[in-house]
Every structure is written in C-alpha cells, then in structure tokens.
C-alpha cells in the first residue's frame, strides 16, 4: 500500500511540472478555442454568439474543407515517407558504418541547418527552383522545401535509436547464421522503430499544418487545409470555424494513430 | 577494396550527396550575403556591405539577440521538464499514461496560428499579457512535446535493469539516476535540448503575438524585414547565425562526443 | 490561479533576468513617448519623419506592426492601454467605436483639421454623433499595377486581365477574399458592396486559372516578383504603385480600367485607454500636415492625402496628381463599404472555393 501511495507521488511530482506547465499555456487557452468552435461567431467585440455545430459539420459536407485536409494529409503523407526514406540509410550508414572523426563532423553538419531561420532558408530555395529549373510555384517545390526542412529531424531520431543499438546482438545474429538481410529486417529495423516513430511524429504532424512552405513555394497550388484556417483567421474573423477544422485535423491525427497502434504493439513486441 | 572499404566509400558518397542537398540553399544563402545586389540580381559582385549595415543595425541585433537567450533558457527548461516526463513515462505503468501521450499531440498538431492566438486571448484574459515572460511561456509550451517524445526514444534503449543494479547494490535512487542512467541518456538529452534550442530559435508565430511593442526577436524582424523589404542584411545575419552555431558546436563537441561513445 | 512549483520559480528567475533586458525597452512614462499602431512601412514609420517628430516634440515614437485588418483589431481589442495612436481603415472605426476601442479627437489639438477634404474628413465614417473619431488621412485605389516595359498597351475593361490569350500565366493576385469578390463585381457590373449574383461572380474568378502565376502578400513580394518576372501585372495599391515607381525604381505603372477601382480612405485614431493622448494628437497632426506629406510622397511614394492643401503641393507628374487628382478616374471609383459577418464567412468560403479549383 505505501509503495503504491510512493510510486503515484513519484509518477505525480514527474509529470506536473511538464504538463501544469502545457496546462496553462496550451491545454487551457485551446480549450477556449475549442469552446468558440462550437459559436456562430467569434465572442469578441460585443457580438452575440449562439450555440453551433455547423462548424463542425461544414467539414463534411462542403467539399473545400475534407477534399483540402485530404490534401493536407496527402502531403504529410509524401513528405514523411520520402524524409524516412532519405533519412533512414543517412542515419544507418552514420551509426554503423562510419567512425570517429569523420562521424561527428558529419553528424555536426546535418544539424547545422536547424540554426538556419526557416523563413531565408525558403526564399534561398526560391532563387534555387526559379527559371531555369523552373519548378517554383508548383506542388513538388512545396514537396521539396518541406523534406527539405524536415529531413534533419528525421536522420536525427533515426540516428539515436539506431545508435543505441548494441552491436554485438548484430554480430550474435550473423554468427547464427542469418543473412544480412534477415539480420536487419529482423534485429536492426524493430530496434530502430522507436526512432522512425518518433520522426513520424516530430514530421507528419507539423506538415500538415504548414502554410508557409506552401505559399512561398507553391504559389496558387498552397490552398491546403492549413492556409485555408490561416485564412479564417487572418481574413475573415472566423475563429469558431477555424478552431473546429484545426480540431478536426487533430482529430484525424489521433484517429490514424489509433489506427496505427496495433502495427507499434507488434514491433514493439518483437524487440 | 575490402568489403568494408566499399561500404565506407558508398555510406560516404550517400552522405555525400545528402547534405548537398542539405545546404544547396543555405550555401546560396550564405554567397548572396556577399553579394552587392540589394535585389539579389546577378552578376556575383563581392562586397561587404551587408555586413557593415548589420553591424550598426541594432534592432536587428537586439533581436538576434533575445532569440539567442530565450532559445538558451528554452532549451534548458524544456529538457529538465521534458525529461522528467519521459522518465515517468518509460519507467512507470499507469493509466493516465496514455492520455498523457495523447496530450502531446494538440501542440504540434494544432497550427502554430491558432496556438499563438489563443495563448494571446487567454494570457489577455488571465492579466498574463504580452513580454518576454510570455514568449517564454509559449516557447517551452511548444518544445515539450519534441523533448518528451525524442528523450522517450532514447529511454527504449537505456536498460531499466541496470538502474535496479545499481539501487540492490546500495546506491540511492539519485545516484542511480546521475551515475548510469544519465549518462547512457545524454545523446537523448542532447537531441532533445537541441531540437527545443531550434523550435524556439525559428519559432516566429508565437514571438508575433506575445511580443510587447518595441520587443522584438529574429524571426519576427526576418518576417517583418521581408514584407516590408528586405535586403541580404538577412543573409548576413543568418550566415552570421550558422558560423556561430557551428563554432560553438566545434567547442561543445571537443568535451562531449556528438554521436555518442565509440 | 494554479501555480506550479519547480516552473514558477524557474520562470521568476527567468523573469528577473529578463527585466534586466526589458529595462531597455520598457517605455517612459506619458509625455515622453507614444506608441503606433500600423502596416509597416505606411508613412508613420518613415525614418526621417520619427527623428522630425522627436526633435520637434521631444516625444519618442515606438511601432508595431499588424499584417491585416482583422489583426490590428484583435491587437486593440487585447491590449487596453498599449497603443496611442492606430491606423484605421475607414470601414472598420464606426465597429471600434462601438466596441470603445477608440476615443473622440479633439479637433482643438489638431491644426490642419480645417484643410481636411470635407468628404473625407466628415465622412460618417469618423463623424458619429457629432464627434470625429479618426482624422482622415490618406486614401487611395485599389486596382492593377503593371510592368510598363513589358505591356505597352492596357485593355480597356478589367475583363481584360482574365484573357487568357494575352496574360496566360502572368498576372499576380493578392489572396484575399474580400478583394477579390470585389474586383470580380466590378468585371461583372455589380455593386462591389452588395453583389447580387455570386453565381456569375466565382464564375468570372474562375478564369483566373488560366492567367494567374502566383499569389502576393505584401509589397516587397510584388515588387520582388515584378523585377524577377514571376507576373507582368498584377492587383495593387494607388499608393503602393507609386512607391515602387519612386523608391525602387521599377517600370511601374497603374492602371484604372474603364468599370472603376475599389477606393478607401485611411485614418488615423486615438486608441481609448490611450498612455499619451496629448503626444497621440500632436503626432496625428504631424503626419496630416502638407510638409510631411509632400516630402512622403516625394521621396518614398504614397497614397493621395486627405489633406487637399497637401495634395495641390505636389509636382503635377506625381501619380497621385496624375491618376488620383483626375476627375474622370475618380467618377469611376467605387468606395468599399463595411461588410457584415455573415458576409464575410459566404465571401471566404466561395474564395477558397475558387483557389481550390484552380490550383494543380
């Protein structure tokens, strides 16, 4: 009974400061917004709002708010798999086939970036996409500058985990016998799924949401769900609407994780 | 070749051309700095002008500067916390864990807009207001979710074994946790510190609406410089920005092996 | 108020630290310091003028910016107490009067109020119950800049710019839904305020898929992507136009097609719980006054001032005599009054229809 009151006290004092903290600055003031979701108008400057699911239900039924968050999940779709698919031999070759010297110099640099401003590093892109390779304003620049700017993150989180892993448990594996592919399909990739989860998580979520990319870049092709919340906010003073489509999107994410979690529960299992 | 000195000269080549991709605009950044051109036309014409300019323009510096500190302290109050969390979470069953995690989701998912507007309502609301207290609040708000998840992978490789090791061999749970854990987390810690060092360092919306009149930081001046007009004063300053970051990396990296042991 | 124990700490050493810091940027107190609430880069800023302004009154000027109407509102309506001196869209002060976020002028502080154009001073707008609450101040068009280098001959009726034989892929727009519902009544003859066929309306939108490159959002964009050749012509400002004619020297002429432009006026206000109304009015009275203006508009480029005295200063070639001073242009403007919510949501939603359509 007291280790129980014990370890409940320790969980509590580990937790609290983290998430009293997310309490005040993010859970609470969304939890405002999620309120105004459900208006007809945004409850400032002396107007009456009245009680709503239109909102909500607009998402489904007009078609620029589903048929532009498909697009929006689209992208973080391409985005991630294609920042997974660069990253991953990136952060292999890294962690176990380069050494020494050579290995935190390189490491260095593609961390470097993340000291760039988001913003000049875009409109670099610009100089580098106009004519002659003539790809700005269009859908795969977007595609571009946002790999481009996720992909640290990706070799990152890979990196870690891949790092962790203990070579000899690769060298038992080989020593039984199996192939270098069995070994990786069997040893490495599970051990290194904490890491690819976590740069799904740290990549799909935020593109989903991009609206900068997308514009500069993308020119007339950005309209994705993002801008077009940007748009209720910025323009046109509908926060309620605006809340409940960024909602709907979380909604999406947590859903498509729900979805996924059998998948994680195996791979987790097997290392 | 060996096996293994064709494996070094792919992995190398891959790497290679990775980080050409990497810093194809970065390096275009960095050469237009020295460029003479205000509106970035071409012919290359070396000059130093932009760096002059950036050397008497305070506001830009000041901000520059109040990114630099509150990335620091965001950083370092984000991994503390963040790190907390995470050991809670990888070391403790219970049920609130998961929507804990759920949790972490609604920072991230929800547009940086919509966050920054709320925090502004509600800080309004709550007579929080707008500073440099509030950009903090925001700022470590936002990195927690990175910290957590990225030192919680970590933690999947830090064997809890060890640690019970260590505390039936007579050491105090705190010493079990400065003296193994600690040590095999640190490439964990410093992933983290560095990402919540980067999303405060860039994060432009939130510093936009907390920001007081006359308060200013980085990214905030880089947006507001380019709607207005900006000059390669900005590519001075972010080339600036990266040989810093890069020669204080250097230092870092001669008493602490980035990439971890071996 | 829950507090938390390790963060607040934390957060009060921060805080220390961080006045430390603030000290410089916390503001003197009334009499010595006013701050501005405007676009960037719209005259209040203009360096000579805030080092004019200080010299003159000893009053320092701080600024901060908003990106759109809507912003500047939410900055008011959050901030009691911060700003003394806003700039207002006419369209928007009779909504910030009513929710007291601005307060009466008194004409008394202001002496050039008397050379104000009676139309735009007196406008109902500012003028309610008897009281102005902003001093008109700048107006101007919205409507088409173009590269003059490149067009040589305009078309006469702003159906023109949809053509898809003449301007495939070289026309620049500005993302707004208001504006563009706006200029697309104009193409379809509807009063711009209150269009009645919206079927027509996205229609007449819609052909912007052939002819539109690429959005912009703010000046420098315009005219980065003008000089970069992104688009040959594109929506703009009167006073916009001017400015990248004078002050970076671009091939920049405007155009005003024979179905009219979308005009507004500008003006400046006092904010309600204003720190320094005395230096709020002294500086509003700077800024309408024919000296600043002329040199404004002389050396950077600005919209026609509201101060017709100032105006008539100005060398004949300036645009804003040439296009804005001629009687027949200024037949053609329709003036863009308040839109309602419920207009605004309809007005969104049929853009975003349209930018949906139209992109890849």
């Known amino acids: 009974m007291a280790l129980e009151a014990g370890k409940a006290r320790t969980i509590l004092a580990l937790t609290a400061p983290a998430y009293l903290w997310l309490a005040l600055t993010v859970f609470l003031p969304l939890a405002v917004m999620l309120y105004f979701s459900f208006l007809t108008v945004t409850p400032l400057g002396g107007r009456v709002a009245e009680f709503t699911l239109t909102n909500y239900t607009d998402f489904f039924t007009k078609r620029i708010y589903w048929f532009n968050a498909w697009r929006s999940l689209e992208m973080g779709f391409y985005v991630t798999a294609l920042c997974l698919l660069f990253a991953y031999p990136a952060a292999f070759f890294l962690a176990k086939w380069i050494a020494g010297r050579w290995r935190e110099a390189i490491f260095l640099l593609i961390i470097l970036p993340f000291w760039s401003n988001a913003l000049v590093r875009t409109f670099s892109w610009t100089m580098v996409l106009r004519e002659p390779v003539g790809l700005l304003f269009t859908y795969p620049a977007i595609l571009i500058g946002l790999v481009h700017a996720y992909l640290p993150y990706a070799i990152l989180t890979i990196y870690v985990s891949l790092q962790a892993i203990d070579d000899r448990l690769i060298e038992a594996a080989t020593s039984l016998g199996a192939s270098p592919r069995q070994t990786f399909a069997r040893v490495i990739l ?53 809340s409940a489509l960024s909602f709907v999107m979380l909604a999406i994410v947590l859903l498509a994780l729900i979805a996924g979690s059998p998948l994680l529960k195996r791979y987790a299992d097997l290392a | ?79 503390v916390l963040g790190m907390l969390a995470a050991y809670a979470f990888a070391r403790y069953e219970f049920r609130a864990k998961r929507t804990l995690q759920v949790l972490l989701f609604p920072p991230i998912t929800i547009p940086w807009l919509i966050v920054g507007t709320s925090m502004l309502v509600f800080f309004f609301w709550t007579g929080i207001g707008r500073g440099l207290h509030a950009i903090l609040l925001g700022h470590v708000a936002l990195a927690l979710p990175y910290v957590i998840v990225v030192i919680g ?110 | 108020m829950v507090r938390v124990g390790v963060s607040r700490r934390t957060a009060l050493g921060v805080l220390g630290a961080a006045s430390l810091l603030a000290l410089a940027t916390v503001p003197a107190l009334a009499g010595g310091e006013i701050r501005v609430l405007n676009w960037q880069g719209y005259g209040t800023d203009e360096k000579w003028a805030v080092e004019a302004f200080e010299k003159k009154t000893g009053i ?151 002819v539109l490159k690429t959005f912009w959002s703010s000046e420098d964009e315009w005219n980065k992507h003008l000089s970069a050749g992104d688009f040959d012509i594109a929506v703009y400002w009167s006073g916009s136009a001017a400015r990248s004619k004078k002050a970076f020297k671009l091939p920049v002429e405007f155009w005003v097609p024979k179905e009219g432009a979308i005009g507004w006026y500008d003006g400046l206000t006092v904010a309600a719980k204003a720190p320094n109304p005395d230096g709020a009015h002294a500086f509003i009275n700077f800024m309408v006054d024919p000296e600043f203006y002329v040199k404004w508009d002389t050396d950077a480029g600005a919209p026609a001032s509201a101060n017709a005295k100032a105006n008539a200063m100005l060398p004949e070639t300036a645009m804003n005599r040439k296009v804005l001073g001629d009687p027949e242009i200024v037949k053609r403007v329709q003036w863009m009054a308040p839109t309602s919510d419920e207009q605004r949501k309809k007005y969104q939603e049929l853009w975003d229809e349209v930018k949906t359509a139209i992109a890849q």
Request: proline share 6%.
């Open chain 3, 60 to 210: 320092k000027v701080t600024h901060d910016y908003f990106n759109s109407e809507q912003e500047m509102l939410t900055k008011l309506r959050t901030s009691p107490g911060t700003y003394d001196v806003v700039l207002m869209n006419n369209v928007y002060v009779p909504q910030a009067m009513k929710e007291g976020l601005v307060q009466p002028i008194d004409e008394s502080k202001i002496g050039n109020f008397a050379d104000l154009t009676p139309s735009l001073r007196d406008s109902p707008r500012f003028l309610i119950d008897g009281k102005h609450y902003a001093v008109s101040w700048v107006w101007g068009l919205t409507s088409f800049g173009y590269n003059s280098d490149k067009i040589k001959q305009v078309p006469d009726s702003v159906t023109g710019i949809f053509d898809e034989s003449k301007f495939k892929s070289r026309v620049g727009w500005r993302d707004d839904a208001l504006e563009s519902i706006q200029l697309a009544a104009l193409a379809t003859g509807q009063d711009m305020n209150n269009p009645t066929d919206m079927d027509k309306i996205k229609a007449q939108l819609m052909k912007l898929k052939g």
């Open chain 2, 1 to 79: 070749m060996t096996r293994d000195g064709a494996r070094v000269w792919g992995a190398g080549l891959y790497l290679g051309l990775m980080l050409a991709f990497l810093y194809l605009p970065i390096v275009v950044m960095i050469v237009m700095a020295f460029n003479r051109s205000p509106l970035y036309e071409l012919p290359f014409v070396f000059d130093l002008v932009w760096f002059k300019a950036l050397a008497t323009n305070d506001r830009l510096l000041q901000a520059s500067f109040n990114s630099l500190w509150i990335a620091l302290v965001t950083a370092a109050i984000a991994t």
């Open chain 1, 190 to 242: 599970p051990l290194s799924m904490p890491g690819v989860l976590s740069a799904v998580f740290l990549i799909f979520v935020p593109v989903i949401g991009s609206f900068m990319e997308p514009r500069i870049l993308g020119g007339k092709n950005a309209i994705m769900l993002g801008p077009i919340i940007e748009g209720e906010f910025v323009s046109a003073f509908n926060w309620p609407l605006g």
């Open chain 2, 153 to 262: 992978a970590r933690f999947q490789a830090v064997d809890a074994s060890l640690e019970e090791a260590a505390l039936t061999a007579g050491a105090s749970p705190w010493q079990a946790f400065t003296r193994i854990t600690l040590p095999l987390l640190a490439p964990g810690l410093i992933a983290a510190a560095l990402f919540a060092f980067a999303v405060s360092f860039d994060q432009f919306v939130i510093s936009y609406f907390l920001a007081p009149p006359g308060v200013s930081t980085l990214p905030v001046e880089i947006y507001s410089a380019i709607r207005k007009g900006f000059t390669p004063e900005i590519n001075a300053v972010s080339a600036l920005i990266i040989l810093l970051s890069m020669g204080l990396m250097l230092i870092v990296a001669r008493f602490y092996k980035f990439g971890g042991e071996r």
